[in-house]
T-cell receptor, first 116, second 113 residues
């Protein structure tokens, strides 16, 4: 149980285009979803926290107009990288807490974004 | 501010060895601690979750211990196998209203056949 499905697994896009990444909780309700970015051989860096029914909370230094987050329902959160540039190329992972984190966290499988 | 450190950053061992991965955290007011495994280019797979009131958790060849007062957790892997090769991450959840995780830098493990 407690599966988070993340799509796409990988995407290549041209500079200036936008890319949407989806995360769905399949068998539980995720009122909160965390979005991370990971550079090669580094740990996860929290970008933002999405909350169903309210605005996302962004970490310091993360451009909210560039990384649009929408938490449309209790099972779906999306991250849209707008006007992507090569420096946005990275591995993006979402995560949802179970029972507010009391039962741990479930992660998506990640999305490898390459901007050319 | 909570800081989580993992030592060593990388480890290479021959198959069959028992090994210990270390995780330390600066703020002992944690709710729980979770160990994850990450394969290259993949998401995180949860291995063990230890609540703050617990001392250890076991799953198969894995055993994780928690000493909250000293800010330490260890992940013990018995009889290591090449398939155990991956990056292991520990993460702590703070003991407050928020539910954010703080991650360590990870330990990259390679088990040689």
């Amino acid at each position: 149980g407690a599966v988070v499905s993340q799509h796409p697994s990988w995407v290549i896009c041209k500079s200036g285009t936008s890319v949407k990444i989806e995360c769905r909780s399949l068998d539980f309700q995720a009122t909160t979803m965390f979005w991370y970015r990971q550079f090669p051989k580094q740990s996860l860096m929290l970008m933002a926290t999405s909350n169903e029914g309210s605005k996302a909370t962004y970490e310091q230094g993360v451009e909210k107009d560039k990384f649009l987050i929408n938490h449309a329902s209790l099972t779906l959160s999306t991250l849209t990288v707008t006007s992507a540039h090569p420096e946005d190329s990275s591995f993006y992972i979402c995560s949802a807490p179970r029972q507010g984190g009391a039962f741990g966290y479930t992660f998506g499988s990640g999305t490898r974004l390459t901007v050319v | 501010k909570q800081e989580v450190t993992q030592i060593p950053a990388a480890l290479s061992v021959p198959e069959g060895e028992n090994l210990v991965l270390n995780c330390s955290f600066t703020d002992s007011a944690i709710y729980n601690l979770q160990w994850f495994r990450q394969d290259p280019g993949k998401g995180l797979t949860s291995l063990l979750l230890i609540q703050s009131s617990q001392r250890e958790q076991t799953s198969g060849r894995l055993n994780a211990s928690l000493d909250k007062s000293s800010g330490r957790s260890t992940l013990y892997i018995a009889a290591s196998q090449p398939g155990d090769s991956a990056t292991y991450l520990c993460a702590v959840k703070r003991n407050n209203a928020g539910n954010m995780l703080t991650f360590g830098g990870g330990t990259r493990l390679m088990v040689k056949p």
